[in-house]
């Protein structure tokens, strides 16, 4: 019981003030916890999908500049990298 009390406090006193009234209904940490999770997986899915529809809607036109457009290629192709890095290092954990 004790321990319990002591997670949730941590937990629920992490985050900023908005976020505080979100989750100081749950009376049990693992269901802060649970609901935590769930809610940034989403956001991560969502940031996943909008990274991947980037590239692929991506293209070259005549009336831009070529080297900004290779500098906005290299980013998209490193925020892709980073999503993969991050992908990988949860299948490790």
Known sequence: MHANKACRHTIINMPSNELFDVYNPYKEAKQTWDSMVAKYIAK??????????????????????????????????????????????????
Do not use: C, P, R
């Not at 998209?76 to 949860?90: A, C, P, R």
């Open 44 to 93: 991560n899915v969502e940031k996943q999908k909008f990274v991947i529809g980037n590239f692929y809607y991506w293209g070259m036109t005549d009336d831009k500049n070529i080297k900004s457009q290779i500098n906005e290629y290299h980013k998209l192709v490193g925020d892709l990298k980073i999503k993969d890095e991050s992908k990988q290092t949860k299948n490790y954990q």
